[in-house]
């Protein structure tokens, strides 16, 4: 059976990148390995083991096209009211929560936020899948 382990991502400004993910998500740099021409920046935080992968490639003089075929990273918080409320607070300009109901009954409730590449990432409140 195959364990998820990490997924990977390109960023443009490493240190606006790291100040997201610490301040969005507490996740720090668990190992950074450096090349000459690229390197990569594993992130974690002690809630999984499975970690984000910044790849920062060296002397990059724009920003990355994301495209039409990327979708979104998902995490999961105990209070996604709450979570919203912090992260407006410091300025990370998240979207508005969703109360997602397609049959009358809440299946998820959740907002979006955005890196500073654009990646979206969801924000689910801990409940039903997505414990």
């Known amino acids: 059976m195959a364990k998820m382990i990490h997924s990977m991502i390109r960023v443009f400004d490493e240190a606006r990148s790291l100040a997201f993910y610490e301040a969005a998500f507490g996740l720090t740099a668990a190992e950074r390995l450096d090349f000459p021409e690229f390197s990569l920046i594993y992130l974690a935080n002690a809630e999984s083991t499975f970690e984000l992968e910044l790849t920062v490639n060296k002397g990059r003089a724009e920003p990355y096209d ?47 936020i955005a890196d500073p590449d654009g990646y979206q ?11």
């Not at 990432?121 to 414990?131: F, H, K, N």
């Open 66 to 112: 994301l495209g039409n075929g990327y979708g979104h990273l998902a995490v999961s918080v105990e209070d996604v009211a709450a979570e919203h409320a912090r992260m407006e607070a410091a300025g990370l300009a998240p979207r508005k929560i969703v109360d997602f109901a397609p049959a009358g009954t809440v299946i998820a409730r959740f907002f979006f």
């Open 121 to 131: 990432i969801e924000v689910l409140e801990r409940a039903g899948r997505y414990l």
